[in-house]
């Protein structure tokens, strides 16, 4: 992650990050064979897009606007989004699984540190829920993919 020095850096990154991740589920859902697996992925696409909705608000409440493009921060480590090239057409539930994991797993440490970044009360508590979300998105993978890797389904 590069410097951020404002609000609205941080809020557009953040913005980026959750359509990466609904591009990240909606390539999975489409690539998956299995309908039980495709729908799940296709609610982590409605979560992701949702946690796009609450930042695009609190750019609203800041007085800001929502760039479509720009150049946001360097990335790097556990701020680097995955790669949609990544999932392949055969890739097993397991592997979806594992794939989202380290997803969500990245997204709740990327809220956790944003939110320290900034003063404003509201905003702060914005991005720890989120952080917080991407947890028990994390949590919720994480059982099923001990369920699956167990023969547990």
Avoid: C
């Avoid at 913005?15 to 690539?31: D, F, G, V, W």
């Avoid at 493009?69 to 392949?88: C, F, K, R, W």
């Amino acid at each position: 992650m590069g410097e951020m020095t404002t609000i609205g850096e941080i809020l557009e990154f953040a913005i980026e990050r959750e359509s990466q991740a609904a591009e990240l589920y909606i390539a999975m859902a489409e690539r998956v064979k299995d309908a039980a697996t495709r729908e799940f992925f296709e609610n982590l696409v409605t979560a992701e897009l949702e946690h796009k909705s609450r930042l695009e608000l609190e750019m609203m409440k800041e007085g800001l606007v929502v760039r479509t493009v720009g150049v946001l921060p360097e990335t790097s480590g556990d701020d680097t989004p995955l790669d949609p090239g990544q999932i392949a057409e055969h890739m097993t539930y397991a592997e979806a699984l594992g794939l989202a994991i380290q997803k969500e797993k990245r997204s709740f440490r990327l809220y956790a540190r944003l939110a320290g970044l900034i003063r404003e009360e509201e905003l702060g508590e914005t991005l720890l829920s989120l952080a917080e979300e991407e947890a028990k998105h994390f949590v919720v993978l994480e059982e099923q993919y001990k369920k699956t890797m167990t023969g547990h389904q």
